[in-house]
Structures are given as structure tokens and as C-alpha cells.
């Protein structure tokens, strides 16, 4: 056998290779048409008989060799390819788990969360509507003609024949259009009005509320008013007062105070001899529930509608409204809330 045909020369000219294509040349350089082995094999033709038994046989037991050497290089290669396209899509389960305490509630989310279950478990449930409303709804419908300085009341954002909407008011119209009473819905959502300082911003929300049925009065709606409060105040004693008010969508209408004081600088509800103003409401005005194809004379109801960033600022002791909307990293981990905490998303 010449010294081209040496197994351990193979061997060694195998360990050096690590690609399939540098495989495939060593195979050629063997077995290709002017391979060395090819070359033996046909010189063959030119010996003995008996030259050409013993050295046939002992080619053909290098080919074997030779072949199944590459077919195990071969799937060497294959594999450790890939493992190595696999450690490199490895995931590191070792990582620390995440941190679940890290994100919060913002303390609006947290307080409509809280509205929805107070009243909700009285029996409302919760109704949307667009941000962006005819004119007909925000106004017209409740009975806010054009030119009545109510419209001047709300610094109205106008968009190309439709308003943002000034308040929550207009899902009223929305639901009393598109359902027939009994009705009892509240209605938490964004609104808007022209108008920018530490107690207004131009984006703000509100939570409405709608009773209609053939019987409610206005006793019901002060009883359905004083209940949310003392329990959204967690004060069972709550002191308050109505006073009476104008909204043109209500008669008679009332506005809502509780009573507080102010002793260095720190505010303490439900006792006390100033006055907050937390609400508007009222009997719904006949020409609204007509406006709203609803039959006056057999049906009545009330409403009511209130600011959800005061109630915040009010239960959480939050000084500037401004700062709702600062998307302030330290103050949303001071004033937000644990989402994972069951007590405070019970509403959701
Ligand atoms: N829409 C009134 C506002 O934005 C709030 C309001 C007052 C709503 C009385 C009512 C209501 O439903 O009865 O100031």
C-alpha cells in the first residue's frame, strides 16, 4: 500500500477539519474521479491476478475505512453545529425572576376602580362613549341650547363639526337613546375643557350616573349619594349638605359639599365647618328624557356627575392635579397603588 493510502494519515488529515466543505474536499481528494483511491483502483487493470486479489481487497477495506471515517466526521460536524445554534438560543433561566412590585396603579385607575365597585354593587353598571361627540349630544340633548351661557361655562375644545367632549354627561343621552328605562348606569370616562392650572387640567375625568324608572326620587338620589361617599371616604359619619344648583340637564338640580378642616396645612374630612363641593346633580329634566325619546310623564330619574381627579386628590391627599399626568417615576411609586393587591383592585 503507498504511503498515500496510510489510515493514520487519514486520521489526522480528519482532525483537522471542521466544516462540511472542507469534508467534502478531503473526501474528493480520495474518492473524486482523480482521487488517490480511484487512481489505485485503476491501476489494478495492470497487475496479476493474484496482485489484483490482494491488493483489491485491501483498497477495498481502506474505502470502507475511508467512508465510514468521513461518515463519522460528518455527523460529528452535525451535531456540534447544532449544539452551538442551540447554546446560542439558549435562554438564561438563571436570570433573577421580575420584579412584580415594580409597576402601579395610577391613583386614577385605582379610584374609578373603586367608584365601579361602590356602585356597582348598588346595582349600576358601568356604560362608555366616545371622547369626541356631536354637538347634539354634549349639548343640545341635555338641554344646553346654542348661546346658552351654560356652553360658556365649559371652555370648549371644537373640532371640525364636533366638540371633545366638556363631560359625561352626553352617554346619558347616549343610553336613554338606545335603551328603554329601567336604566342605571354609571359612566366613568376622560373629558376635556380649554383650561390649564394647579386645579384644572385640560384632559381630566369624570363619573356620571343615570337612574331611570317610574318611581325614583329625590330622596333616592340623596340616599345613593350619601352612601357612595361615606364608603369611598371610608367615614361612616360623614358630615355634608346639599345645596341647591343650576344644571340645565336636571330640575331641581343640587350641588354636594362635605365638611372639612384645614390644620396645618393638612386636610381632615367628614368634620369641621368649611365646605367642599364634591358634586352636581339632580332630577332629570323632563325635556332631556323627551329629547331622548323617553316618555316623561311615565318615567323619572336621576343624575348625577362628579370630578375623578378631586375624589383622587381628596382620598389620597394629592395637592396638584398637574401632577396626574407628569408620568413621574418617584411620584406614581409613592402615590400608586400594587396591582397585585386585592384589596385595591377588588373593583376591576
Ligand atoms: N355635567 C356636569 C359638569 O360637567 C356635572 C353634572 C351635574 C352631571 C349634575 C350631572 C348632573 O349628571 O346631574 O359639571
Redesign the pocket.
Known sequence: MSIKLDKQIILEELKLISSLASLEELRIKYLGKKGLLSLEMKSLSSLSIDEKKTKGQELNTFKSFFEKEIQNKRSEIETSSINEKLRKENIDATLPPRNFETGRLHPISQTTYKIIEIFGNMGFSVKSGPDIETDFNNFTALNIPDHHPAREM?DTFYLDKKVLR????PV?VRTMLETKPPIRIIVPGR?YRSDSDSTHTPMFH?V???LIDEKSTMSHLKGCLIDFLKEFFEISDLKYRFRPSY?P??EP?AEMDIAYTKTNNILKFGEGDKWMEI????M?NPIVLENCKIDSKKFQG?????GIERLSMLKYGITDIRSFYESDFRWIQHYGFNPLDLNSTSGL
Open positions: 365649559q366638556t363631560h359625561t354627561s346619558q373629558t369624570q356620571e350616573g343615570l344644571f340637564f336636571t338640580s358634586l352636581g346633580c339632580g332629570v336621576f343624575a348625577f356627575g362628579m
